[in-house]
């Protein structure tokens, strides 16, 4: 298996304007969460979805932050708009099933930094 | 809910050497324990995790850990130190029970290998 796929791996922009950040888990995983990491807070989740539906987002800091599964394999996490404070690397990861019990698998990030 | 500590930021440990970094974590019950490592610009990587039974768990690349119920404490441990194995460690815990919460990540220890 390819293991979980993030894209970009690197993405600079502008404050103001959108920005989207892709996963595809591990093909069969249930189970997909959205982490980010910055050097003050570590490593955070943000939100975590099973079987494409989203089951506990109170860790997105604000509504500029959304996350849609729109089917097993893909998902997106939408930044609009950016701020400066937003850069950070945005990972992903997937596990088979259900309860922390099972491995999450990580992709490689994407590094978002927000001019 | 549960946290995790890691105190130490930065280790230098010389190549060869033996290897022990710290996690003591915070929770209710007996959570389960994980170590992930990050090598630069790469993912979360799972080294070894705790569930249940020998206290002692064997993990990839020489690493073991030791869960300490009486010190709440998960500590990582090499008995002879690789060049390779400089990288960014996190120590992790996951709640037993209900829900699929994602991990709780320490802030990461920094280990640097000294020729």
Same mark, same amino acid.
């Given at each position: 298996d390819a293991g979980v796929i993030q894209s970009?791996?690197?993405?600079?922009?502008?404050?103001?304007?959108?920005?989207?950040?892709?996963?595809?888990?591990?093909?069969?995983?249930?189970?997909?969460?959205?982490?980010r990491q910055t050097m003050m807070r570590g490593l955070?989740?943000?939100?975590?979805?099973?079987?494409?539906?989203?089951?506990?987002?109170?860790?997105?800091?604000?509504?500029?932050?959304?996350?849609?599964?729109?089917n097993a394999s893909f998902s997106t996490l939408k930044i609009q708009p950016s701020e400066p404070r937003d850069s950070a690397v945005y990972f992903c990861a997937s596990s088979l099933q259900w309860g922390t019990k099972n491995?999450?698998?990580?992709?490689?990030?994407t590094r978002l930094s927000v001019l | 809910a549960q946290s995790v500590t890691q105190p130490d930021?930065?280790?230098?440990? &010389?190549? %060869? +050497?033996?290897?022990? !970094?710290r996690?003591?974590? &915070?929770? %209710? +019950?007996?959570?389960? !324990?994980?170590w992930y490592v990050q090598s630069p610009g790469q993912g979360l990587q799972l080294l070894l995790k705790y569930f249940s039974g020998d206290t002692l768990v064997q993990g990839?690349?020489?690493?073991?850990?030791?869960?300490?119920?009486?010190?709440?404490?998960?500590?990582?441990?090499?008995?002879?130190?690789?060049?390779?194995?400089?990288?960014?460690?996190?120590?992790?815990?996951?709640?037993?029970?209900?829900?699929?919460?994602?991990l709780t990540f320490g802030k990461g220890t920094h280990l640097i290998i000294q020729p």
């Open positions: 970009p791996r690197h993405e600079v922009t502008e404050m103001g304007q959108e920005v989207t950040l892709r996963c595809k888990p591990i093909s069969g995983h249930d189970y997909l969460f959205w982490y955070e989740l943000l939100i975590y979805f099973n079987n494409n539906v989203p089951i506990d987002d109170s860790g997105m800091p604000e509504d500029r932050f959304s996350a849609k599964m729109p491995i999450q698998y990580f992709g490689a990030g | 930021i930065h280790i230098t440990v &010389s190549e %060869g +050497a033996s290897l022990e !970094l996690c003591n974590y &915070s929770y %209710g +019950a007996t959570p389960y !324990l994980f990839i690349k020489g690493f073991e850990a030791e869960f300490k119920r009486s010190q709440s404490s998960f500590n990582l441990r090499k008995p002879s130190v690789h060049w390779s194995d400089a990288a960014e460690y996190f120590c992790a815990v996951g709640a037993r029970g209900g829900g699929a919460d994602g």
